[in-house]
């Protein structure tokens, strides 16, 4: 269920906590993922966030590891998860530029909205990304999201005000995709 041709979807790892304390410091890999303030994280902060969601009904978090050697190359999560509307959020990011473009975020796309679906019962994964993001775009409007809408002047980013786009997935149309 969570193990694809190169990448697994996995728990964190002791000294986990560290690399992505590392990686954190990447402008080029961090500044895509958040929208807001961008605080420093220890190698414990990291820990932290894992190890709350393993016990959180709202978010999910996972590592991304390769399968051929277990080496942590990311992570993938569903957050603000919604009982009641079976809706989540997508998130995912892959600290090294060395480890994009390779299909492995493809893969994870897979794994998670298979898991989401499948497992939790989701209706609908929906994500934000920058239009600029274009590797991004490309991955997710691959598996099948569909762009929503657009949010104008949302982010300041870079020294200037840029948009942020929305895009979803339904449970019936990624089914219907695997058929």
Known sequence: MFIGKNVKLSHYHEGDGKD?????????????????????????????????????????????????DDSLIGFVSLTNISVRNHSCELGIGFPKEEDRSKGYGQETLSLILDYGFNNLNMHKIKLSVFPFNTAAVKAYTKVGFIKEG??????????????????????????????
Do not use: M
């Open 20 to 68: 992505f304390a590392d990686w954190q410091w990447d402008d080029a890999f961090i500044n895509l993922l958040s929208d807001d303030v961008i605080h420093p994280f220890s190698a414990e902060n990291w820990e932290k966030i894992f190890r709350n969601s393993a016990n959180d009904n709202e978010n999910v978090e996972f590592t991304v590891r390769k399968v051929v």
């Open 150 to 179: 657009t949010s104008k002047n949302e982010v300041f980013y870079d020294g200037k005000w840029v948009d942020s786009d929305h895009y979803a997935i339904f449970q019936e149309d990624w089914f219907a995709s695997r058929q």
